[in-house]
């Protein structure tokens, strides 16, 4: 066991790569919670082992190679996290019978962006840092691949590790790391497009479209969503399976079945990188309780999809109160 002298080192060299580590365990294993318990596994492992850390490669380096091993082990008792969209087509119908929920699926989660460290909207250069390898659309299609192809693309294309550092964290071989990178790059492609930074707007931009989002929302106006949505917008709502693509779908499925005044408030914050709501439900007495987190994907000046987590159990994880009264 390390002594006290080691053990203030250890926190001294190791705390400050938290951050990092835990959108690494986030990006591969689709869940913030089970990133928080396994960057929580890899500093008590670091700590026990600190004594026989011999300085061969960097404490970041030692430390993302723990981390990493211990997210191959987590999966292997467990199956890859979808969204609806991996599952199954779209409805461009806005009457169709909604399938009930899935509680049994493991469904893919967001995350709020002050836990890696991206909790000031207005600094550029904190932006940027923030969405690099945190897109929604991104950690929904690494589901899509094996996991050690999850991990050798992460640590070659989002962290640029070189790929003998990365033979190095897997234990393998520089030959092995390449092959699976190739592998891990064609079954991205195969997903379909990932990343639409390019197209997004200003901050400017986001922001008004936000405010705007959630006025329309709050306020019943299925008119006023109309003119923030793309033609194409798409709607997804885990855990239910049912998903709808078109504007005329989407929107006629939230004024049948969601909107009604003063049904819902509204919270924004951000999460992956993107726009971003905590909503909350009426429940009578002025009381309105947690429902779950709602996730804007914006191209260019409009909405391109909305996907709202139901789950009220992630709600804390923004850091928000389980209920509020007006």
Request: charged share 25%; net charge negative; glycine share 6%.
């Given at each position: ?27 591969i ?25 011999e ?48 509680p ?25 840092a ?58 991205l ?14 901050e ?50 939230l ?12 919270v ?59």
């Amino acid at each position: 066991m390390p002594s006290d002298v080691e053990n203030v080192d250890f926190a001294a060299l190791a705390e400050s790569f938290r951050t990092e580590l835990l959108a690494h365990c986030y990006r591969i294993l689709g869940s913030i919670h089970d990133a928080e318990d396994l960057v929580q596994e890899t500093y008590l492992r670091a700590w026990r082992g600190f004594d026989r850390f011999e300085g061969r490669s960097s404490v970041r380096r030692w430390l993302y190679k723990i981390a990493t091993m211990a997210c191959l082990t987590a999966l292997e008792t467990r199956s890859r996290r979808p969204l609806p969209s991996g599952l199954g087509a779209p409805s461009d119908d806005h009457r169709v019978t909604v399938a009930p929920r899935e509680p049994s699926v493991a469904w893919l989660q967001p995350a709020p962006d002050a836990l890696f460290g991206t909790g000031d909207p207005g600094d550029p250069a904190t932006i940027v840092a923030g969405r690099t390898g945190v897109r929604l659309a991104f950690i929904a299609a690494l589901q899509f691949l094996p996991a050690r192809q999850r991990a050798v693309l992460t640590l070659r294309d989002v962290l640029a590790f070189r790929t003998v550092e990365v033979a190095e964290i897997l234990d393998t071989t520089t030959a092995a790391v390449d092959s699976a990178l190739r592998r891990a790059r064609a079954n991205l492609a195969e997903a379909g497009p990932v990343e639409d930074d390019l197209a997004e707007p200003d901050e400017d931009t986001r922001r008004t479209l936000l405010d705007d989002y959630v006025d329309a929302f709050t306020r019943a106006d299925p008119d006023a969503l109309v003119n923030l949505l793309r033609a194409d917008v798409e709607l997804e709502m885990p855990p239910i399976p049912t998903w709808f693509t078109g504007r005329p779908a989407v929107v006629g499925f939230l004024a049948s079945r969601v909107l009604r005044k003063d049904r819902w408030r509204l919270v924004p914050t951000r999460a992956n990188g993107q726009p971003a709501v905590v909503a909350y439900g009426h429940v009578g007495d002025g009381r309105y309780e947690a429902h779950g987190i709602e996730v804007l994907t914006l191209i260019g000046a409009r909405i391109a999809r909305i996907t709202a987590f139901n789950d009220r159990s992630l709600v804390p994880t923004f850091g928000l109160a389980p209920a509020l009264a007006t």
